[in-house]
């Protein structure tokens, strides 16, 4: 997937790499307190899809976690 980053993404995606786990809540608060949560989770999902972010949950009810991508 061909995805243009804007410079919040950059900023989230560098947080992620220092960081052991971040919430979509912890990520919302930092990085999206203008918008939706549902918005800020699609911004996520979007970055996830694009292979940029790792998201793990325990079940389908569970707050997503992204952990720091080693490499």
């Known amino acids: 997937m061909n ?4 410079e919040r993404d ?7 790499a220092v960081s052991k786990w971040l ?3 912890q990520l919302q608060r930092l990085y999206f ?3 939706t949560p549902d918005a800020a989770r699609k911004s996520l999902r979007r ?3 694009a292979e940029y972010l790792i998201s793990f949950r ?3 009810v569970a ?3 992204f952990p720091r991508i080693e490499g």
């Open 33 to 35: 307190p203008d918008v």
């Open 58 to 60: 325990e079940n389908p």
């Open 10 to 16: 950059l900023r989230v995606l560098a947080k992620c």
């Open 23 to 25: 919430t979509t809540s």
């Open 3 to 6: 995805l243009r980053l804007s």
């Open 63 to 65: 707050e997503a976690l």
């Open 47 to 49: 970055l996830s899809q």
